[in-house]
């Protein structure tokens, strides 16, 4: 087995569960995600299946969530499964008003993670640390949001916003609600998420982990997942001296430094790395 698949996580299960399902359904150990998503959040979560688990640092990392804010309320996790920190009435916010902060967030920004995440501070995650009482906050890290849109805007004693964001890796869209909260003065919580395009799969391609069993197996060839990249396809002779770990000589290669995917008779054999007149192996595969 060799590929990627379009899981679309449910609700209520950690993508390492959606991992321990798919190597039992599969009868294979060599699985992974590209992205995590947080337990109460659905949608795509590609999966790398056999030696395709190399290729995931090289997945696109732009990533389109569907989002929707709870105003007037903060919560331990950022999100509605936490427990309540504040409450209050916020039935004085319009969207005109929410809309004035947006701008703030769109771009380069700084974003302080939170405190229930998997991110390592002195070795040990932060969740971890929250549970056992512990404070301890990661540094703030900058992220970079490209597009907020509003889809839907509901009015209320605690009104909600529902958001359609592209962004890059890293961002986490439970600290978009809590930061975008404390802008307009009344706190605010994630209430739901979707993710609907990560890795350069999409929501409307993607399978639930019901459908997916060793006689259907929906794959998606590396070509086609890293489509952001340039390909480049090697002969016999090429292949030889890939596959020996040695430099192929090639024609036509993009600008020196470029990360390039590699293909033999239409079959990803692996990453490379251009260099003038030179395809330098980087990531070797043999499927």
Not at 58 to 86: E, H, M, P
């Amino acid at each position: 087995m060799f590929g990627f698949l379009n899981l679309n996580k449910p609700a209520g299960c950690t993508s390492h569960d959606c991992i321990n399902a798919l190597r039992k359904r599969l009868r294979l150990k060599r699985i992974g995600h590209g992205g995590t998503l947080d337990p109460m959040a659905t949608g795509v979560l590609p999966i790398a299946l056999g030696s395709a688990t190399r290729l995931l640092p090289y997945l696109c990392n732009r990533k389109v969530y569907i989002g929707t804010v709870r105003f007037g309320i903060t919560t331990t996790t950022d999100d509605i499964t936490g427990n309540i920190c504040q409450e209050r009435a916020a039935d004085h916010l319009t969207l005109a008003a929410i809309q004035e902060h947006l701008p703030r967030f769109i771009g380069q920004i700084e974003q302080l993670p939170p405190a229930y995440s998997a991110i390592q501070v002195g070795g040990q995650r932060l969740y971890a640390c929250a549970r056992a009482g512990e404070v301890v906050s990661a540094p703030p890290r900058t992220v970079e949001i490209y597009a907020i849109e509003v889809l839907d805007w509901q009015a209320g004693s605690h009104p909600e916003l529902t958001l359609r964001i592209s962004c890059g890796s890293g961002t986490y869209i439970r600290a978009l609600a809590r930061d975008l909260g404390a802008a307009l003065g009344v706190g605010g919580t994630l209430a739901t998420l979707q993710r609907i395009e990560s890795g350069g799969l999409r929501i409307e391609q993607s399978h639930s982990l019901e459908m997916i069993s060793p006689e259907h197996l929906p794959l998606h060839p590396p070509q086609e997942v890293l489509a952001h990249l340039p390909w480049q396809e090697l002969d016999e002779a090429q292949l030889r001296d890939w596959y020996q770990g040695r430099a192929v000589v090639c024609t036509g290669l993009p600008p020196a430094q470029k990360v390039i995917g590699v293909t033999f008779a239409g079959t990803a054999v692996g990453i490379g790395v251009s260099g003038g007149d030179r395809l330098y192996p980087k990531v070797v595969l043999k499927n």
